[in-house]
Every structure is written in C-alpha cells, then in structure tokens.
C-alpha cells in the first residue's frame, strides 16, 4: 500500500482524514525540498495543493488535504529547521545522533516536532499517533519506534501539560 493510501486509510472523519493527509503532503513536500535545495518552498506547496493533493496520480490517490495545515507545516519546518534539529538532537541518545537518521525518517520527526512545538491547537496524543502512523507507511523496521520514541521525549519536554 502507498503511503498515499495509508493516509487516506487512517482516520474515517472528513476532517481528521483531511489532517492526516496534509502530514503525509508535508513530509512529501519537504523531501521533494530536500532533493531539490534551489525549489522554494512557496512553490512547491503551490504545486501540491494545485497538481496533486485530491488528485491520481501513478494509480495513487491523494486525499484532499486541510490545504492550511498542509502549508503552515512546510513553511514552518523550513523556518525554524534548525531549532527543530536542535530540539530532536536532544531527544536523540548519544549513539543515534541526528545526522544518522534516514531523509524521510529526519522529515517526519522534523515536521512532527514543528507541530508539537507550533500548533498547540492539536493536542500531542494526534500529533504523535499521526507522524508514527506515518512512519509506518514508509518503514517496515525499528524506524517507526525510534520515531515514537523520539517524539514522545518531544512531546514530554514541550506539551507535559496537554499530556
């Protein structure tokens, strides 16, 4: 199954579905910016909310996606990337340091600490069941639970109270 798919799968509510879509978008969005340094983030959100988010494209189905939580999510993780890194270096053990996370395991927990740390609107429990979700339609090992693991020390760290 995509990832795509996944997303699409997860949650039957309309809006809920609509936010889970957004995520997986951001993350999509955010390695496309990642292989591509020279894009503009502005550009590429526009190319996904008009080309590809409630559209087939390959035989896969992007969901529509809640097209501000989407946006804010890229614009947000490209802005303060490297607080977000520093915040996940610190939820990280001494042996897994942040650079040897895999690309799309780095973005997910990036874009998961950038909506724990930013949206205070979406409670943590949803945030981190969501980006582990995620995680799980990309990885079939341990990336999963170190993405849990990480964004549960995040989570602790930045939201204990909405815990």
């Known amino acids: 199954m995509s990832a795509a798919a996944a997303a ?3 949650e039957p509510q309309s809006g809920s579905r609509r936010r889970s879509v957004a995520r997986l978008a951001a993350v999509q969005a955010l390695y496309q910016l990642a292989l591509n ?3 503009d983030p502005v550009s590429v959100i526009g190319e996904f909310v008009h080309h590809r988010l409630g559209r087939e494209i390959d035989g896969d189905v992007y969901g529509e996606a809640d097209e501000a ?3 804010d999510l890229v614009r947000g993780v490209v802005r303060h990337r490297e607080h977000l890194d520093q915040m996940i270096a610190a939820a990280l053990s001494e042996d ?4 040897r996370l895999e690309m799309i395991l780095r973005l997910i927990v990036e ?3 950038y909506e724990l740390a930013h949206r ?3 409670p943590p429990r949803v945030t981190l069941a969501e980006y582990v979700a995620i995680a799980h339609a990309f990885f079939d090992g341990k990336e999963p639970v170190l993405a849990n693991g990480v964004l ?5 760290a930045l939201r204990a109270a909405d815990l």
């Open 69 to 71: 939580l989407f946006g």
């Open 37 to 39: 340094p020279g894009l």
């Open 111 to 113: 874009t998961a600490a």
């Open 8 to 10: 699409d799968q997860r």
């Open 120 to 122: 205070p609107d979406i």
């Open 96 to 99: 897994w340091p942040l650079s």
């Open 152 to 156: 549960n020390r995040l989570a602790r």
